[in-house]
């Protein structure tokens, strides 16, 4: 069945009507492109998706990479879809001229992305942690790291890594024991384990550039004792040719439910004595340098979630439109003619739901890309700082709302299709299962809600916290103005009376009660937030969308449009309300799960 990866005319309304992205280029670092630019780079990658990654989508999951002889063995197809992205400049989107960017604004190149995305899904993953990988060492390494690791990886001929997790230490940094010891020559001799080392390992560049949590010896214990490394696959010469193998060595593959794209490894470094890596920094300052890659994969995983929603809802709309069966209750004649599924109202009801959701989620990361824009390109300093601190504050919903509801998105695709839906012939379980994977990558939701509750919103006198509410308040505002929305403005602002009364209660508990007591349901209180937010990014959505209409839209825009409003009436409908109940658990700090005995189950 030939269903389409996205809606095109969405992916636009996203970017041109819900951002306005059309006046980044009035900003220095943007004065070279315009929308037409903008569309041709959207429009390269999703030539790309449909030419090299969606014809081998279904077979590589199919055929997940083996470990043979020490050494990752894959389809090459993969090999040439990849690189084809990487040619295109896709590994260089958001960088810099000057090592081969692109310079495009966060969310056209996320925008991009989808596309690769919708059509690759994790395989993706080898462009983007190499981006991210770069991003970090051009924010904190120096002229020489930059110009040995960045550069190359910027070009596509190495591939970067993020490698945190440990066997005896999973989401636990403070407790990792892989080890640095300084050498004469200025670099250190890494020795340790990581596991779930997404592409750790392959042959699809000349290079591998790992970034390394480790501990040099003597260093405080905990968090604050961790250094950050490059640790290459091979080591490179001073021309920048390759030279020996370094003591990293592939130890495994794992083989996960989905993503069989991307490589999932176990790495062992210095088994002959030692890695060479190269710190980056200051010692004992590796976490907080890392967190520059970890956020930025973080709403990299958010965005991914969200593409899989959509390409999840956009297959099942496309099923539900073609597929004949049954008749509407109100019909009494046995021999009228099936009607298409969509004609039915709970068909009709999980593709809305679908809709809400990954629409819902996709402008919240989208939103997300633009603050981080903002935060390095806006006109002036405090609009630089505000955007700094909306967004800080912001990245665990942003990453964990969509990496919750993604995967629920794709649950109900599967369902729409019925029996067909749990058949390898349709794409919409594979979708499932990619997606599920992403509550636990880059911190899993109950550490993000832990995040959340307990730093981000008390953290400087609640300044983030305060800046969220004023954003929202402010589309309120603008909203209320709006005849047609004045309804949902108001919804929205009894939600974030519900969600502000619900903090300062959790708040004052925290001063009087058990900590991990009051911490116990954070989730919960990461969900109500979740909600929240993403209300307010459908508030968003139909204000352009209501615009859209006053200007006399007629056909198909003003069906485009009307859709927008009504996914935005039945988020608030049937998802909003939903915060209530959240409320009064939290509030009441119900203990039932906290209070559970191990003996009992």
């Known amino acids: 069945m030939t269903a389409p990866l996205l809606n095109e005319r969405d992916m636009a309304f996203m970017l041109y009507e819900f951002l306005n992205c059309e006046a980044l280029s009035q900003r220095e670092r943007y004065a070279d492109h315009n929308r037409e630019s903008f569309d041709a780079a959207i429009a390269t990658a999703r030539s790309i998706a449909e030419r090299y990654f969606l014809p081998i989508r279904s077979k590589v999951d199919r055929n997940e990479p083996r470990f043979e002889n020490g050494r990752v063995v894959m389809l090459a197809e993969i090999q040439q879809a990849v690189q084809a992205a990487t040619d295109a400049g896709f590994v260089s989107a958001t960088a810099d001229y000057d090592v081969g960017g692109m310079q495009l604004p966060l969310a056209v190149a996320a925008a991009a992305n989808a596309w690769l995305s919708a059509a690759g899904s994790t395989t993706v993953g080898y462009l983007s942690l190499s981006s991210a990988n770069a991003s970090l060492i051009e924010a904190h390494g120096s002229a020489e790291q930059i110009a040995k690791w960045a550069v190359p990886l910027r070009s596509g001929r190495f591939a970067g890594t993020m490698a945190m997790t440990e066997p005896g230490a999973g989401s636990g940094l403070a407790d990792l024991i892989t080890r640095a010891e300084p050498a004469d020559d200025g670099s250190y001799r890494i020795t340790g384990n990581k596991i779930f080392i997404s592409g750790g390992d392959h042959e699809l560049n000349d290079n591998i550039v790992h970034l390394?949590?480790?501990?040099?010896?003597?260093?405080?214990?905990?968090?604050?004792?961790?250094?950050?490394?490059?640790?290459?696959?091979?080591?490179?010469?001073?021309?920048?040719?390759?030279?020996?193998?370094?003591?990293?060595?592939?130890?495994?593959?794992?083989?996960?439910?989905?993503?069989?794209?991307?490589?999932?490894?176990?790495?062992?470094?210095?088994?002959?004595?030692?890695?060479?890596?190269?710190?980056?920094?200051?010692?004992?300052?590796?976490?907080?340098?890392?967190?520059?890659?970890?956020?930025?994969?973080?709403?990299?995983?958010?965005?991914?979630?969200?593409?899989?929603?959509?390409?999840?809802?956009?297959?099942?709309?496309?099923?539900?439109?073609?597929?004949?069966?049954?008749?509407?209750?109100?019909?009494?004649?046995?021999?009228?003619?099936?009607?298409?599924?969509?004609?039915?109202?709970?068909?009709?009801?999980?593709?809305?739901?679908?809709?809400?959701?990954?629409?819902?989620?996709?402008?919240?990361?989208?939103y997300g890309a633009q603050l981080a824009d903002d935060q390095h390109t806006a006109a002036d300093a405090d609009s630089r700082e505000a955007a700094k601190l909306l967004l800080d504050f912001l990245t665990p919903i942003i990453k964990t709302w969509p990496s919750e509801y993604g995967p629920l998105a794709n649950s109900l695709a599967i369902q729409?299709?019925?029996?067909?839906?749990?058949?390898?012939?349709?794409?919409?379980?594979?979708?499932?299962?990619?997606?599920?994977?992403?509550?636990?990558?880059?911190?899993?939701?109950?550490?993000?809600?832990?995040?959340?509750?307990?730093?981000?919103?008390?953290?400087?006198?609640?300044?983030?916290?305060?800046?969220?509410?004023a954003a929202i308040r402010a589309s309120i505002d603008d909203a209320q103005a709006v005849a047609e929305l004045s309804t949902v403005a108001q919804q929205?602002?009894?939600?974030?009376?519900?969600?502000?009364?619900?903090?300062?209660?959790?708040?004052?508990?925290?001063?009087?009660?058990?900590?991990?007591?009051?911490?116990?349901?954070?989730?919960?209180?990461?969900?109500?937030?979740?909600?929240?937010?993403?209300?307010?990014?459908?508030?968003?959505?139909?204000?352009?969308?209501?615009?859209?209409?006053?200007?006399?839209?007629?056909?198909?825009?003003?069906?485009?449009?009307?859709?927008?409003?009504?996914?935005?009436?039945?988020?608030?409908?049937?998802?909003?309300?939903?915060?209530?109940?959240?409320?009064?658990?939290?509030?009441?700090?119900?203990?039932?799960?906290?209070?559970?005995?191990?003996?009992?189950?």
């Open 212 to 366: 390394v949590l480790a501990r040099v010896n003597g260093a405080p214990k905990g968090v604050k004792g961790i250094s950050l490394f490059i640790v290459p696959k091979f080591l490179v010469n001073e021309d920048g040719s390759l030279g020996e193998r370094n003591d990293v060595a592939l130890a495994g593959l794992w083989h996960k439910m989905g993503g069989r794209g991307h490589t999932s490894t176990s790495l062992n470094f210095g088994e002959q004595g030692g890695a060479v890596g190269y710190l980056i920094g200051e010692e004992n300052r590796g976490l907080s340098y890392m967190f520059h890659m970890m956020n930025e994969a973080r709403i990299m995983v958010a965005s991914g979630a969200a593409t899989l929603a959509l390409a999840g809802f956009q297959y099942s709309l496309h099923y539900a439109r073609e597929r004949a069966q049954g008749r509407l209750p109100s019909c009494k004649d046995p021999l009228s003619p099936p009607v298409a599924i969509i004609e039915h109202a709970d068909v009709r009801r999980m593709l809305l739901t679908q809709k809400a959701y990954a629409e819902g989620a996709f402008a919240l990361c989208l």
């Open 416 to 469: 729409v299709l019925g029996g067909a839906g749990y058949t390898n012939e349709h794409p919409v379980e594979m979708f499932y299962r990619d997606n599920r994977l992403n509550p636990i990558h880059e911190g899993t939701t109950g550490i993000q809600s832990l995040d959340l509750l307990a730093r981000k919103v008390p953290m400087h006198g609640m300044a983030g916290y305060q800046a969220c509410l």
């Open 492 to 601: 929205l602002e009894a939600a974030l009376s519900c969600l502000d009364d619900t903090t300062q209660a959790l708040l004052t508990a925290m001063g009087s009660e058990s900590i991990d007591r009051v911490l116990a349901n954070s989730v919960t209180y990461l969900e109500l937030f979740g909600h929240v937010v993403v209300a307010w990014m459908w508030l968003k959505q139909g204000a352009a969308a209501q615009r859209g209409l006053n200007v006399g839209a007629q056909d198909s825009e003003a069906a485009f449009y009307c859709g927008k409003l009504q996914a935005m009436r039945f988020f608030y409908a049937a998802e909003l309300p939903k915060i209530l109940h959240w409320s009064t658990l939290l509030k009441s700090l119900e203990s039932t799960a906290f209070e559970m005995q191990d003996a009992w189950f």
